[in-house]
C-alpha cells in the first residue's frame, strides 16, 4: 500500500519546543485577551514583515470582514472569480455585492485592464487576491482606486512574507490580510493577521474584534469577537522561529519539481519584481482531459493533489445574482487545467521524483 501525499501538510514545531511555549501561558495564567504571546507574536510578525503594524484575529475570513466594514464597503466590490470560497463569501456575508472580473492569462490574478468596464456608481472598493503569493499589479489597481474613488483591499492569504521591489508587499492597498491556517506557509493553527495603513482605521478594526470595547472601556462600534487567542500565538511564534527552515525546504521541493518537469507542463508567470514564499505549486496542463486523466493515475498511488481554485466561484449558483457572472473566461479556462501538487517542508525528494514520473507519464 502506498502512504498517502496530501497536497499540503500543516507544519508541526518540535513538540519540546510548542511546550516551552504553553509553559509560559501556565505560569502568566493568561489565555486569552491580548495575553504576553499574543502581543510577542504581533510585534515579531511587524518587525518580521517589515510592517507598520499586524492586527492578529481568530482566521483570515473574519480579517476580510472586519476590514470591509472598517472601510465602509457597500454595494459592490470588484473582486476575481479564481480563489478560495472566502474571498467572493465573506463579501456576500457582508451584504455586498461580488461584481466579478476576468484574471491575467500569465499571471492569475485579476487583470486591471478589466477593472475599469466592470466599475458601477455602486462600486465601493477593489478586493484582489495575491494568488498563490504572486503579488496583483499594484500600482495599476492604485491608480484606478484614486481616480474612482475606491477602497483597495488585499487577501494575501498567499502572501506571508513576500516583498516587491524589496519592500513588503503588504503595505499595498488600504487593509492586507493574511491567513495562519494550519495550511499556510506560516500558521497558529487557525489565524489571521490584519495590515493597515490607516492608523484611525486600525484603532476601529481593534475595537471591533473584541465586541467593539476601546482601549479606555467603552463602546464605540458595533463589534464581533475575532480575538487570536494565547495557544493559537505559541505555535504562530513557533513557526516564526522555524520559518527560514520551512521556506529554503519548500524552495527545493520547487526547483526539484521545476527541473524534473521542466517545459511538459505550464506555470503561473512570477512578478519578475518579487520574491516567492513557495506555498504551493501550480502546474497547467494542456486541456482538462489531460489534468482529469494525470489526477487519475497520481489517486491511485494515494497522491493527492489539488484542483485548486476550480471551480470558479462565479459559476456557483449561490453567486447566480452577483455581477458580471460568466464573464470570465481566462479565469474559467485557467481554473478548469490548474492543479496544485504536494509541497509542505517534510515532503521526501523521493516523493517529488514519484509524482513527476507519473505526471510525465501521463501526459500525452
Ligand atoms: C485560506 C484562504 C482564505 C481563508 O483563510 P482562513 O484563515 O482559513 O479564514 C482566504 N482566502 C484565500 C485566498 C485563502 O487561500
Not at 47 to 66: A, D, E, H, P
Not at 146 to 170: P, R
Not at 250 to 259: A, S, T, W
Amino acid at each position: 500500500m502506498n502512504k498517502v501525499i496530501p497536497v499540503v501538510k500543516p507544519y508541526l514545531p518540535a513538540e519540546k519546543k510548542y511546550n516551552s511555549y504553553i509553559s509560559k501561558i501556565f505560569e502568566s495564567q493568561w489565555i486569552t485577551n491580548s495575553g504576553p504571546l499574543h502581543d510577542e507574536f504581533e510585534a515579531r510578525l511587524a518587525k518580521t514583515l517589515n510592517v507598520r503594524s499586524v492586527i492578529l484575529v481568530s482566521n483570515c475570513t473574519l480579517g476580510l470582514q472586519l476590514s470591509y466594514k472598517a472601510l465602509n464597503l457597500s454595494g459592490n466590490v470588484i473582486t476575481t472569480p479564481f480563489s478560495f470560497a472566502a474571498t467572493s463569501s465573506s463579501l456576500a456575508w457582508e451584504g455586498i455585492q461580488p461584481n466579478f472580473s476576468d484574471i491575467d492569462r500569465n499571471d492569475w490574478n485579476i487583470d486591471f485592464r478589466e477593472i475599469e468596464k466592470n466599475i458601477n456608481d455602486q462600486t465601493s472598493g477593489i478586493l484582489g487576491v495575491h494568488v498563490y503569493g504572486n503579488p496583483c499589479n499594484v500600482n495599476e489597481i492604485n491608480k484606478l482606486a484614486t481616480k474612482h474613488n475606491l477602497k483597495v483591499v488585499y487577501d494575501a492569504a498567499h502572501a506571508f512574507g513576500i516583498k516587491l521591489n524589496g519592500e513588503s508587499l503588504l503595505n499595498h492597498g488600504d487593509i492586507s490580510i493574511l491567513s495562519f491556517h494550519a495550511t499556510k506557509a506560516l500558521h497558529s493553527i487557525e489565524g489571521g493577521g490584519i495590515i493597515v495603513n490607516d492608523p484611525k482605521v486600525e484603532e476601529k478594526i481593534r475595537s471591533m474584534i473584541n465586541f467593539g470595547i476601546t482601549e479606555k472601556g467603552g463602546i464605540s462600534e458595533i463589534g464581533i469577537n475575532a480575538k487570536m487567542n494565547e495557544f493559537q500565538a505559541a505555535m504562530g511564534l513557533c513557526l516564526l522561529d522555524d520559518f527560514k527552515k520551512i521556506i529554503k525546504k519548500r524552495k527545493n521541493i520547487h526547483n526539484l519539481y521545476k527541473d524534473i518537469l521542466c517545459d511538459r507542463l505550464f506555470y503561473q508567470k512570477w512578478n519578475k519584481d518579487s520574491s516567492n514564499n513557495y506555498s504551493y505549486f501550480p502546474v497547467l496542463f494542456s486541456s482538462e482531459d489531460d489534468l482529469i486523466a494525470s489526477l487519475k493515475e497520481l489517486n491511485k498511488k494515494n497522491i493527492f493533489p489539488r484542483r485548486y481554485f476550480h471551480p470558479c466561484l462565479d459559476s456557483l449558483p449561490i453567486y447566480k445574482d452577483a455581477l458580471n457572472v460568466g464573464n470570465s473566461k481566462i479565469a474559467e479556462d485557467i481554473s478548469s487545467r490548474v492543479l496544485c501538487l504536494p509541497i509542505y517542508p517534510d515532503l521526501d525528494t523521493k516523493d517529488v521524483e514519484k509524482i513527476c514520473n507519473i505526471l510525465l507519464k501521463s501526459i500525452p
